[in-house]
């Protein structure tokens, strides 16, 4: 479905006395696929490049070299104009808890969004669509007057993922859709993505730093230290059996926090 | 929950004010008897009478016929001043944080230069290169009130447009337009109506500035601010009652205003909705 060959993001680092420094390299020649109906977890800890790949899968950031395809096609290079049906087609879903959701739109002008922005449907079909969205994460019909901030962290997490479905996208990339929530709604979180995932089809980009969690979620997994992949695999080869120092240092931080509460 | 008939309630208090006077200035001309501009000669000065509630002023003008006459031209004038500021000053701001670099660069030593000048020396010059009259001493003053809404529209933007909400929604294919529509404006929205009260109030405190010089209305002309200048020298001999009342109205137009602005923009922000189901 989405394909990242040799993928390279690097800035500018300014000097004391104006240019000099080499370029920081946040990504450094990373390659993966995601096939269809399946998840890929990229997993790493805070400063690894993941988020930054996931602004590049999602045609936000554009990569200092390298080349993003989407089912085939190049979309490196594309004007907005020609990105339309790829924005329909895959969906970000943000750690709700950063203000993914704009605090003045209601629940309902946040989900159709989606839909205003691609055009050409009717208010009613509109309304019919966001009504299905609550559904599929399990939230009230009435929802739809509330604004966010009086909806719990779950609650609102599913209206990121409601948003994201609204425009039944084929592919979803999940940036660390769970690391804002309490670990008993986590579960809840991670259920319904499969649940939906099962029932739809879709393929999943999983963003996170967490092994245990990645290993529920994600078919294959690589590892991201410093813009670079250290490790990839199967999800339970990965944290079965890791081969790699840092993969083992993560997957201590995970154990640590799996006995914390 | 509180509905939202009751949330709104909160706005009929300055709406009702400013209802009063816009009605007092639009119809108590024609029923009041006396005339803004008729003088009387056998009632110079005079105090507040059942025959003159605010007094008479040096010549004799009956100064309640003066306040409901000028209170139309002051409360036009701030509105002019504020709407004519506040569009184009939005719109510059807003094109300075979106494009940035020669457009940002640009715009902001435009207000720079702008703002270098004090105000009404501003206001004066553009009145008087212009030929003078009200109209040009409304440019004038709209002109100084540019820069103020300039930069605080773009760091208004700037500040928005660095929110994580405006990623997610140019991950949707958002336009810059829409985003400026569907996220800026009401975000800024707050600030920028609190802004424009002052302004209301700047304008009509200004025009009356520049009246006193002999730019803005011409002097017969009743004004708020003119007859507030015209009525000072008395208030220290003691006829108060000429400068007081359209000081007073213009008060109570601000204060309108303020009120207005602030629990507008309480409202804009959700205020007073359940945090929690």
Known sequence: MLNLINITKSYPRKGLFGRGGEPARVVDDVSFSLQGGRTFGLIGESGSGKSTLARIALRLVDPTSGTVLYRGEDITGHAPSRLMAFRREVQPVFQSASGALDPRMRVAALLEQPLVIAGGMARSEREDRVAAALRAVELPADFTTRLPRTLSGGQRQRIGIARALITEPKVLILDEPVSALDVSVQAQILNLLKDIQQARGLSYLFIGHDLAVARFMCDEIAVLERGRLVERGPADQIVGSPDNAYTKGLLEASRWSDHRG | ?277
């Open chain 2, 1 to 277: 929950m509180m509905t939202a008939r009751n949330r709104y309630g909160i706005l009929a208090p300055p709406l009702a004010m400013f209802a009063l006077l816009v009605l007092l200035t639009l119809i108590g001309p024609m029923a009041w008897p006396h005339n803004a501009y008729d003088m009387d000669f056998a009632a110079v000065l005079a105090p507040p009478s059942w025959d003159h509630p605010m007094g008479t002023d040096a010549n004799g003008r009956d100064v309640l016929a003066r306040f409901l006459d000028g209170g139309r031209l002051s409360l036009l004038v701030g509105v002019v001043v504020m709407v004519g500021g506040l569009v184009p000053g939005a719109l510059l701001g807003i094109l300075a944080a979106r494009l940035g670099g020669v457009v940002d660069a640009f715009v902001m030593r435009m207000s720079d230069s702008i703002a270098a000048f004090p105000p009404i020396l501003l206001a004066m010059a553009v009145a008087i290169g212009l030929g003078g009259g009200l109209a040009t001493a409304v440019l004038g003053v709209i002109l100084s009130t540019l820069p103020f809404f300039a930069r605080l529209m773009r760091s208004e933007t700037r500040r928005i447009l660095a929110m994580p909400f405006i990623e997610a929604a140019r991950a949707m294919g958002a336009s810059p337009a829409l985003i400026v529509m569907r996220h800026v404006l009401p975000h800024s929205a707050s600030t920028m109506l609190v802004q424009s009260a002052a302004v209301f109030g700047y304008g009509i405190a200004t025009l009356a500035g520049l009246g006193f010089v002999g730019l803005g209305a011409p002097i017969p002309t009743a004004e708020w601010g003119v007859m507030i200048t015209d009525g000072m020298p008395y208030a220290l001999t003691g006829q108060w009652w000429i400068a007081v009342f359209p000081g007073l109205g213009i008060l109570l137009a601000v204060s309108a205003a303020n009120m207005l602005a602030d629990r507008l923009s309480g409202l804009l922000r959700g205020d007073g909705e359940e945090v929690r189901p």
